[in-house]
């Protein structure tokens, strides 16, 4: 079973093979929620469409002119945002890198993983609205918020101030982000997706 030593290993070697079995475990966790979010906002994109009378196979959306003028004022906004969180670092940055525990399994960073304090508030980095709460059953929430064809993304969250449909403005608290019990860390995993691509948030959010 688990934690067994298997033929002719060290028990260093067996202590690695178990992180590696969790790492690979939690890529799978954390995965499979980003599969989800994908989904929503590639559903929300045809939608969008099929009211405009565009094809449901565009790759971008089709907005209002409320939502056009939202969605350029974001842009216009690239590298000023605010962070989602008010004190913190970036522990872990966007795009391909190796894992901090084990340097052998590399990870993607759609986002960036935020180190943060216990009970830290979340806030909206931009006006929008609460498009879609993921409640999974191990309770860590995920808050998407819609900003014109921007999405922005907040992930490991233990409290919620906001629901569904709810308009938000910039610095708006949302919730807390939570604190893992087994490693004593609060870490806001934050995301920005455009149309139907992720982004580096470090373009985005000031000083990141």
Known sequence: GIGMRGPGETQIETDRRIIKDKIIRLKEKLDKIDKQIAKIIRDAM?????????????TTFALT???LKLAASF?????????????????????IQKSPIDHTVPIKSNGVRILTNKDEKVRAVFEGTVHSILVPKNGNMTILIQHGNYFTIYKNLSKLYIKKGDKVTTKQEIGEVLTDKA???TILSFVIWKDGDTQNPAHWINKM
């Open 183 to 185: 490693s004593n860390e």
């Open 65 to 67: 002119p409320e939502d």
């Open 75 to 95: 842009t216009a906004n690239k590298g000023k945002l605010p962070w989602p969180v008010e004190h913190g670092f970036v522990k872990v940055r966007y795009g």
């Open 46 to 58: 045809a939608v969008s469409n099929v009211k405009a009378g565009k094809s449901k196979e565009s």
